[in-house]
């Protein structure tokens, strides 16, 4: 039986289980006696979050709020990409935390290439912001995933479509 099997390494975190790490966030500010008085926002776009806030101070507490919510919704950390501090109107502060989605061509060239250079039976091919890995064994896939999570790269990744 020559069949293969494959699965597929993306870069996702559950949107949902992000709307409720930030919701907790805005009641958690709004609660804290020392950030009450703030007027902290917290506003979720498309791609990204926009914290607004009066201080370099509070927006660090604010930092720290929202990796704990993250981290008890076991979404990484890795998908928040905190921007430059801006000065906003008046004495406030304002940032941008990006949301990283997706493997870059460069980080999926790092992945094929180590999947390549250490497991000789084992395919990788780019498809779009995903990798396809594929071999004849299971257990070489499963010796793929247990290297890559060894691996300290700058996205998340999660395995699917394993087949």
Wanted: proline share 1%; no cysteine; glycine share 4%.
């Amino acid at each position: 039986m020559a069949s293969t099997y494959s699965f597929d390494i993306v870069s996702d975190f559950d949107w949902q289980e992000l709307v409720n790490a930030i919701d907790q966030t805005v009641r958690d500010i709004k609660s804290r006696y020392d950030l009450k008085d703030t007027q902290t926002t917290v506003d979720l776009g498309e791609q990204a979050i926009t914290i607004n806030t009066d201080s370099e101070f509070t927006l660090e507490s604010v930092h720290n709020i929202l990796r704990e919510k993250a981290a008890k919704r076991q979404l990484s950390q890795k998908i928040f990409d905190f921007g430059k501090v801006e000065s906003a109107s008046g004495s406030r502060v304002r940032q941008e935390v990006k949301l990283k989605k997706g493997i870059s061509q460069e980080i999926a060239k790092q992945i094929t290439k180590l999947i390549r250079d250490e497991f000789k039976k084992v395919q990788a091919s780019i498809q779009g912001d995903a990798v396809r890995v594929s071999s004849k064994a299971k257990d070489d896939l499963q010796t793929v995933i247990q290297r890559l999570k060894q691996e300290d790269l700058p996205v998340a990744l999660q395995f699917t479509n394993y087949r």
